[in-house]
């Protein structure tokens, strides 16, 4: 638990935001799998910070290095060791803050349940804990798409007040989605958020946001009722991204204002198959997977380190006035995508490998 | 994984509808703690079936019989088992359903992933399976609230369209939320949604709905980064309950709208600690408890099951015209409550015990 | 953990000498196997007390009723619950041994652990525990002897001093077990045993002796490296049943004294496959089984319970006298057999599912 | 599973013997503990290749590096990832061995299991693997020593047929185990054990051997009945070692030899507390911790890599005589003192901090 999910594609990630380096032991992959250090790079390349203008200016290279689970560019079925040096380990921007919980930050709650925080930098709830589960979600996906056809894409679907117009789920595309910095693929959508962002960073404010994920091609049958029921399994993962506050798949809230008679998916014959011909429950059916698409939205409130000054208190109960520094992004979206990817990659390999126990010899 | 869930506090549930019975084994109960049937049955009783006039008029009493675990009312630490019969095991309305999958439903699915369904009622997909749940919630309800003092109260928020207006979240009780069948404490908006439930019944249709659950006096400190961060396991737990399509905490989708400025919680000083002026976070930072209210909300679709002519297949693709018979709730909320209430019970049980490990001896 | 074992093949267990019963709830069975109560007692038949002059003279039916998980005879896959109710839920033989803790027993221990005991009868550490295991075990043998043919047999292979010659691991049968009360299959030293049990029944002792296990039909692959080794997850098994102190493999500690040279199996054309001439290994390398007959031994220790006078203390450490009345089996290894191959059963459904997980689409 | 292990004091181990690095991530280690990399390079050090001319003569440093869970010399209660890297990742020896299965080793096993075996040196079967292991249980000993007293001692017993005479378990120090280099404090026994080992080396063979452990100063009440019963984690956490044949706890499977009048441990008033008299129990009833001392054997199989010819076939089925190169160790048990100590530091670190959860508030 705690660092570690899944049960037989497994991930244990460490590393905080000053320290050596983070990174994630992956184990369960498939033996015998191409894999080399370009495959899970190019997830980490969307991942890091200083991509545009949108996100913070730090620029971190975050170079993987892959210690274990491979040989001559074949996966062993060993646990595969993952490792990201962090550039700065001696911070300087934090100094001021250490007396000081910066609200909605975990600062604070560090403190209360472990009694020590990492001096600096978000420690363990930083962002930086993520890149070893880009790192793993990236493995996931190059198993899930060449054992599968899988295929996963998020992307920017609200910033602040703006949201993107319906996508096509069957069709839209990664290259779709990183045409533009915002990775809206809806482009005057797109041009809206970006305006709103750079006005949030202009007013040393942040803003929130909503992803959605399209995961394509799934065979029928992935969930394990009642507990790792598949949008169990995806909201758990949802939600420990840090900065996440809710998770809806298919109709989700607005569902829930429908009557039975809207929203049943009626049974159609369709690619040689029972289909749905609405797909209101978002490919999920008593928690199991019914082979149409799996579509989920991901709310992210906005960051809580701003520059904006904050009447707070320290510590010790003092009235402060707290204006953050640092280099911080006024809007995690962009940058969550393929959080997001390889979180929902993460456990539909692991259900995936789980149903695999009901094939017979 | 599966049927079992918790880490510490450990449940597993089984039983299907039309089988000898539905219980669950919950391992990992505190010792010396005073329990009966009755501290158990209270919280069945909210659940079970035929309760109002605005559920299904299936009667079932639903009697806890507790198996292990407890002696001379104390229990002993060992895994307690509990156990509810089924009245009905051989099912008469659900035959002419067996060719042809109920749309939304888990017929199709169960059959894709095991090559076989319980002939009726839903099998292991059936809102029987939560008995377990709610029976081993209450053990944990009871441990919380006279250990920590921890209270939950869930209520229904919305049906259809109707809204609730805001409750007060730290003051509401179950004697409120119990007022009437609808079990939303804004009297007038109960109003509103018992005919809309009561208009989706005559309609041989059925209506979704929103639960808002809030849980007091929770210690800062609880909730394990990354995976089992605190709202993450909430998640998990709420989609694992069936028809649930949506989950938030705090201020959900609508903080994703909002700027960090505003949606930040400065600190103040009050209770003798440090607390927050507003809780747009939900009572966490960092995935960790810090002492305010939890609150969340969960989106239940429409019971899948309506007795409405449906166009769609059988098994074979052929088409039919389906007119499901049964006695089926019309909305699934207001029973709903107690599940809710119970899964939230279950995962802040767990996750008290796991902190236990951060006490010096 | 603790009440639970297993990854894919999971039970959790439950009940205590004198509550309502015992039983174990199965998760993970293949759907669609043919599965009636007569498959589950007839181990439960083996394992029961009161079965021969050997054992202790308490007669419990141990009647297994099937809760959920199966329909028509078929496994749903959906969770097995099994429940054998206890028949004395209200002892009257243990009276005197509440205020002395039982020297070797775990009344003491359980005090210490959970501030409070079971009144009587061992409580959570009373053989009756065992039911749920060996109720969990013969759905996993039947699995395996479906899918892959395997065939566990265990025996006694020595009581006190007296030990077995060598059994045939290829050929021998339960059967040939169960043709004497002592369940092993040398005559000779079947009656010798006999006589040692009887003698120690007689003397109002007890005595201790060593099982020897066999699985015959594995396939390769079986077991994880590092911590679910196939030796590891027996040891693990083995050393959960009450009463045993050892557990070895293949040459077990008679492999320590050996050379590599001689105790090396080097490999041969058998079968159509690559096999061992020799078997010291015990049908495992590097963790994960051969093909080659999996064997080992498992020691249990004489029982704690005995009439004869023991000089010890009370829990408030006063100096007492206690002779310990009850209807106790003088010898555990007789019922143990069904015990034994039922967690040996358990670990090899669960390996067996995992590797499914390496199974090609 | 397979790479991880434990349920509070968590660890996952990566790498192999010829890739960048091996390694672990330690996850549920206490925060604001004092640690530094001595505090874990001393058992490494125990642990290496090349100390004495009883090992293989292969020298690697093992130098460990702290990645992430540590600040300023305090632990954070984060993940403590922990590196390793390996000296030759290119191997020179093993080419001739790659037509050809070694007999006893895991190649032909890991080749069955995952379709592919690491092209050297024994992959993740190999004894580098245990470097985490290693490392992971120093820091878990130094826990147990500062917050119980716990005292944790492993030495050679035996060495082929050399017995050691009875060591005093109630005084037996590391240094003392670390006099002379087969790590066993009868010094005449490790006399004639290391002419042992010095004679199969010359023979081109190799030797078995047997270690005993001794856990000192745990509390009472460590051990949680069913499956995580004290004595069924160690058998576990010993039987995953490489190479390991048997393990038994007490009076072991001489205790299977002895009367319950002669086996059972009378209590006493001592240290003011209930204790035992004797320790035939090796320090658990009923799975719990006694406050005795706890002790165990566990038995390690000859190296299966030898220089000497040995008759077997190549994967083809084609007779072949293998005379295997490389620098071996020609007897493991000397090495593997750190790594018993390690992973009964590991179990009981783990059991320590889950019984914390029956402290009151």
Known sequence: MSSSVGTLFRISTFGESHCAGVGVVVDGVPSRMKLQPSDIQIQLDRRRPGQSKLSTD???????EILSGVENGLTLGSPIGLLVRNKDQRPQ???????????????????????IHASSGGGR??????????????IAEKFLLQEYGIEIVAWVSSVGDVDAKAVDLSSVTRNQVDANDVRCPDLSAAQQMSE???????????????????????????????FDRLEARLAHAMLSIPA????EIGSGFDGARMRGSVHNDPYTFKNGRLGTLTNNNGGVQGGISNAEDIYFRVAFKPPATIGLAQQTVDYQGEKVTLEARG??????VPRAVPIVESMAALVIADLALIQKMRHPL
Chains 1, 2, 3, 4 share one sequence.
């Open 58 to 64: 730090r620029d971190e290279a975050d170079q993987v």
């Open 93 to 115: 921007d934090y100094g001021s803050m250490v007396q000081i919980p910066r609200p909605s930050h975990a600062d604070l709650t560090y403190r209360q349940k472990y009694g």
């Open 125 to 138: 709830s930083s962002a930086r804990e993520t890149i070893g589960r880009v790192a793993a979600g990236a």
């Open 196 to 226: 709103q962002i750079l006005a949030a960073r202009g007013d040393k404010d942040s803003i929130g946001g909503v992803l959605t994920c399209v995961c394509r091609n799934l065979p029928a049958g992935l969930g394990e009722p009642a």
């Open 244 to 247: 996440t506050k809710g998770f």
């Open 327 to 332: 280099r911080h992004d006024p809007c995690v």
